[in-house]
Structure formats: C-alpha cells, structure tokens
C-alpha cells in the first residue's frame, strides 16, 4: 500500500495563476481532506470529502475548489493564485466515522505563489 | 466552538530529559483525542489516541491520559532522544464531526 500519495511535491507559481493539487489513497477510504500549514496556525482544513461525488467547504474554502470524482482521488484546484495562498498542503483519508478512526496524511505539497 | 490549546514551542531539552506538552481542549461532548507527529519534511502520523475518560494511549514510550476533569491530554516521554525531534500536535474530534480540529502544534529540539 502506498497510502496517501501527493502530486506534485514542490511548485512556484506566479500570481493569477492556475494549477491542480492531486491526492490519491489506496486504502479505500470514504473520507478525504485538504489542509493547509502555515507557521504557528497549526492546519487548517480547506475542503473535505464524505464520499465519491460529495465535497463540503471547511475552515478556509476560499480561493480553492475540490472534486471527488472517484473515491480514490481528491483535487484541489486555485483557479487564480495569490501570494496568501503560499503554504503547505496536505492531504488526508479516513476510513470510516467510527470512534478513534485516524486520519492518515499525505507527505504535503510546497506551494510557493510570488 | 470546540477548540484546543497546546503550550507554545520551542521546547528545547537535552537527551533521555523528561518531556510534557501540555495540551488541553474545549469541547460540547466528549471527543476523541489524539497526538500526531510531523518529522522534517513529512505529513503527520498519528502517535497515539484516546476514546474515552481515563484512557492511556502510548506508543514508542510516549504516553497520554485523556482527563475528563481537566479537560486534558497532556503528551510526556521518560527519556527523550534526538530522534523524537519533531513538531507534535495535538487535536480532538466529535463524533457527530468528520474534522480534525488541531491544536498549533509545538516543535520539539532534543539536543545529544
């Protein structure tokens, strides 16, 4: 099992920009989530997913858009890029709603916007 | 809303020093509680986790009782080494809720 994987690692966009952060999981989870990190503010959730075809605006929406179209994959997209939206972004799934299930994350994805 | 706060970091220690990051948390019911570790350049890891009052959650001689009362979850390790150097977060999550909410996490320096 690879669990969460990220794509790309590293990218420096330019302002107004636009690009797309891949999430994949192959442990069949339901649920899914984007966060972003930024120092001293701990993670923040961006968009979360409950299941194929479903998304839901968190802490932090604005700016991004999410799609699930197959339960494997969650996209987070910035259709015009800020400098405010340089940050760390990780991914995360979970299997179910029981008590006590973990989220597991994705190595994170480094986002410079200049 | 539901929240937690976690001591403010730096913490600086010296190797096999004892360690405490205080976490505590504000919540409507009684969540679930869990430390996640993030390494230089890594996603998170779940540590360890707590269901219910007075539970230990331990791994890798890290423990962390989940105090009711206190509305605690303090994490410590006996003998800390320069391994264990990380930022350490702490969160909650309700069952009625699909989030995590996590603490701003506290860096960990262990020093040989």
């Known amino acids: 099992n690879a669990g969460v994987t990220q794509t790309p690692k590293f990218r420096v966009l330019k302002t107004g920009q636009s690009m797309t952060l891949l999430c994949a999981q192959d442990m069949n989870h339901e649920y899914m989530y984007w966060y972003r990190q930024d120092p001293g503010m701990g993670l923040r959730l961006i968009h979360y997913s409950v299941g194929e075809g479903t998304t839901a605006k968190g802490e932090v929406p604005d700016g991004y858009n999410v799609s699930r179209l197959k339960k494997q994959n969650f996209l987070l997209g910035l259709e015009s890029a800020a400098p405010s939206q340089t940050s760390v972004y990780f991914c995360?799934?979970?299997?179910?709603?029981?008590?006590?299930?973990?989220?597991?994350f994705g190595p994170g994805t480094r986002l410079t916007v200049t | 809303g539901d929240s937690v706060t976690q001591m403010e970091g730096p913490v600086t220690l010296s190797e096999e020093a004892f360690l405490t990051i205080n976490c505590t948390y504000t919540?409507?019911?009684?969540?679930?509680l869990f430390w996640y570790v993030q390494y230089p350049g890594e996603g998170l890891q779940l540590l360890l986790k707590a269901t219910k009052a007075d539970d230990k959650g331990s791994n890798k001689g890290f423990e962390a009782t989940y105090r009711k009362e206190t509305t605690s979850f303090h994490l410590e390790k006996g003998s800390v080494q320069v391994s264990d150097s990380a930022v350490y977060f702490c969160a909650l999550r309700m069952d009625s809720s699909y989030k995590l909410i996590f603490g701003s996490g506290t860096r960990l320096l262990v020093r040989p």
């Open positions: 919540a409507t019911g009684y969540p679930s």
């Open positions: 995360a799934s979970r299997a179910t709603s029981g008590r006590g299930y973990e989220q597991y």
